[in-house]
């Protein structure tokens, strides 16, 4: 997947703020007055930072308004100003079912935080997920790539219609993506409990989607993979996808899936919803990965689990515990691994390239920080700890917050930019105690860490409140020309200033879902806590410790 001071008339915002309140009190009290919930409650922001995060919210609603292609009302991949014009300059006339996920929490946010009343978030997302209710889809599950002018499936952004490939074939005319279906899904759970109204369109559009067609169901072993399944699998984890017409159980279509191994990444959103709906066993998550494991402590796994010696940073500090799956009572031998900043005690899970979204995405959902204390709560505030140390103190920038997104121009490209320790030595497979790997993500040389951009800073609210709004200041303030009409740009260049005058309807909306959590006391958290589906992600959650230490490391 992809991927400021603030000059505000506290005094206007301020009255804008009062206005909204009563909505976020009622629904952040009625959430917590509902038993087993457990999301604590959201501190940090003094009333002038909170005021000033409204206005940011209230500009960056405002991309919507052009975003949403009204010949279907499904949201547009992203709008262009280039050179910062007033107006767009060209629109991304596809979307994606992560676009569509993400499209409504935004619609969600912005009722909460006033911008919207009740009646016009029903009417916007009715009219969405009536079209969405029409669209080919898969089991209920979304496909790729959709042109938001006619709503039919196009093989990539620009590509064929699909409907010219009549034959299954390993392309994205027939690929349902995972990670993209868990943001859509998500995004219906979120509708279901903030829109009571439209509770019934939204099960209706969740009932049919299995998400066991992402599990590896085959044998496992208590290796890291199993030598008996072709190509030495890593079994009882989740796919990247499936190929509609091509499942990975005939012939050798397995050949053309892959895993999603590294689970502190975005895909894991997909594991919390199909364990959350009881269509994936806890396997899942035991099998996964949270850093790329040493051989399993056993004689027969030696020679055949892979040899990761290649990855960011080895070798390693962890060790391996045994864990009880609550559900079945399997016992699973996990490695709980984890990274070190080069020269302190400070301990991290990395991302697979350091992106921020990579690690802190499902937090805006997923009461991760409040259910994972010790576990993927504790991860993502080390990421964002990680993300500053080496932006501010390694490279020197300004700013920090490196995720994949827009290019620093206005060419329309999209970049892997992430936190990969580039700066630290790095020796490659084989890599010992003596000459160690010490990057920051499990890959070296998947991203280059050259461009900022705002939604990591808002990403981070949740877990760094202050550093967070200090850097949205800073980069308001230092870079004037990343804050454009609708809010802040897609990137910034942090040595140049350049910036790619573009908006994201992924990046707008994980902005929009940043703020509602920091300014309505995590009310879209509250919201997926309330859903049935929530018991996996909160017992899982609260059950594993991982070898991270306490809160400052």
């Known amino acids: 997947m992809r991927w400021n001071t603030l000059l505000v008339v506290i005094a206007a915002v301020a009255a804008g703020l009062v206005a909204v309140l009563p909505v976020a009190e009622a629904r952040a009290g009625a959430a917590a007055e509902a038993p087993g919930h457990g999301v604590a409650a959201y501190t940090g922001l003094s009333a002038p930072q909170r005021a000033g995060l409204l ?48 499209y409504l929490w ?99 559009l969740i009932a049919p989607m299995d998400f066991s067609i992402f599990y590896d169901n085959r044998p496992e072993t208590h290796c890291n993979v199993n030598p008996a399944v ?21 012939g050798d279509n397995a050949a053309h899936y892959y895993h999603n191994g590294a689970f502190y990444s975005d895909p894991r959103i997909s594991a919390y919803i199909g364990m959350g709906l009881h269509q994936m066993p806890g396997n899942v998550w035991w099998r996964s990965w949270r850093v790329l494991p040493p051989p399993a402590p056993f004689s027969d796994c030696l020679t055949s689990d892979p040899d990761f010696s290649w990855q960011g940073q080895w070798p390693m500090g962890g060790y391996w515990q045994t864990w009880t799956d609550p559900q079945s009572g399997e016992k699973f031998t996990v490695w709980e691994g984890h990274y070190t900043y080069p020269g302190t005690n400070l301990t991290f899970i990395p991302t697979y390239s350091g992106g921020m979204f990579e690690g802190l995405m499902p937090n805006e959902v997923v009461p991760e920080t409040s259910w ?21 103190q390694q490279l020197g920038y300004p700013v920090w917050g490196m995720s994949p997104s827009s290019t620093p121009d206005d060419t329309g490209n999209y970049g892997g930019y992430g936190v990969e320790g580039l700066a630290f030595p790095y020796y490659g497979a084989g890599a010992t105690a003596a000459h160690p790997n010490q990057g920051l993500s499990q890959c070296h040389g998947c991203a280059t860490e050259d461009v900022v951009t705002p939604h990591a800073s808002f990403l981070a609210l949740d877990v760094a409140p202050q550093q967070a709004y200090a850097n949205i200041s800073a980069l308001r303030r230092l870079f004037p020309g990343v804050y454009g009409p609708d809010g802040f740009f897609d990137a910034v260049d942090p040595t140049t200033g350049a910036v790619g005058h573009r908006y994201l309807v992924l990046d707008q ?36 410790q991982l070898s991270l230490g306490g809160p400052h490391g």
């Not at 940011?56 to 292609?69: C, L, N």
């Not at 010949?71 to 991304?92: E, H, I, Q, R, W």
């Open 372 to 392: 994972g204390a010790q576990s993927f709560g504790l991860a993502d505030a080390r990421t964002a700890q990680v993300q500053i140390k080496y932006a501010t």
């Open 55 to 102: 206005s940011i919210a209230s500009d960056t609603w405002k991309f919507y308004g052009a975003d949403v292609d009204p010949a279907t009302n499904l949201p547009m991949d992203n709008l262009t100003f280039a050179g910062g014009s007033p107006a767009p300059t060209s629109y991304g006339r596809y979307t994606s079912a992560a676009n569509i996920g993400v």
């Open 230 to 250: 072709a190509g030495n699998q890593p079994t009882g984890q989740m796919y990247g996808g499936y190929y509609v017409g091509l499942p990975p159980d005939q």
């Open 106 to 204: 935004a619609v969600v946010a912005a009722r909460d935080l006033g911008l919207i009343s009740t009646p016009q978030a029903v009417a916007r997302v009715r009219a969405t997920l009536t079209e969405v209710a029409q669209l080919k889809r898969f089991d209920g599950f979304l496909h790729q790539w959709y042109d938001t002018t006619t709503g039919d499936v196009i093989r990539n952004p620009g590509d064929v219609n699909c409907s010219t490939e009549t034959t299954p074939t390993f392309d994205n005319c027939y690929f349902v993506s995972n990670v993209d279906n868990g943001w859509y899904a998500s995004g219906l759970i979120v509708v279901r409990q903030a829109l009571p109204q439209l509770r019934s369109l939204a099960s209706s």
């Open 509 to 544: 909306s994980m902005i929009m879902a940043a703020l509602d959590n920091a300014l309505n006391n995590r009310a879209l958290q509250r919201d997926f806590a309330a859903d049935p589906v929530s018991w996996a992600a909160r017992t899982y959650l609260s059950l594993e």
